[in-house]
């Protein structure tokens, strides 16, 4: 049985940082790309960031880079989101997710999901 389990979140003024993690079980977690997603209230699910297998390759949307780096451990099976400088707009459930394909950026590429961890920057 998949688990994806995040921890990490919680409450922060904006101009602080948060460090989320993911904790997976169940699967060969070197064999996936690991992305992080987020849904704000009333928004769809939105795409932040995703990691190679390897590790050697990343990728953020533009709303983030600069602010967020996602990175992994492989030996521990745990991904990462580094979240700095926050932003009143950052506010949302933040999900990670692993992918078989190489690039996805889309949900539906993501096959197995955790239940998310809220982060809430305050102005």
């Known amino acids: 049985q998949v688990q994806l389990v995040e921890s990490g979140g919680g409450l922060v003024q904006a101009g602080g940082s948060l460090r989320l993690s993911c904790a997976a079980s169940?699967?060969?977690?070197?064999?996936?790309?690991m992305g992080w997603f987020r849904q704000a209230p009333g928004k769809e699910r939105e795409f932040v960031a995703r990691?190679?297998?390897?590790?050697?390759?990343?990728y953020n949307v533009d709303s983030v880079k600069g602010r967020f780096t996602i990175s992994r451990d492989n030996a521990k099976k745990l991904a990462f989101l580094q979240m700095n400088s926050l932003k009143p707009e950052d506010t949302a459930v933040y999900y990670c997710a692993a992918a078989r394909p190489s690039f996805p950026t889309l949900p539906r590429e993501y096959e197995y999901w955790g239940q998310g961890t809220q982060v809430t920057v305050s102005s």
């Open positions: 169940g699967l060969t977690f070197s064999g996936y790309t």
């Open positions: 990691i190679s297998w390897s590790g050697n390759s990343a």
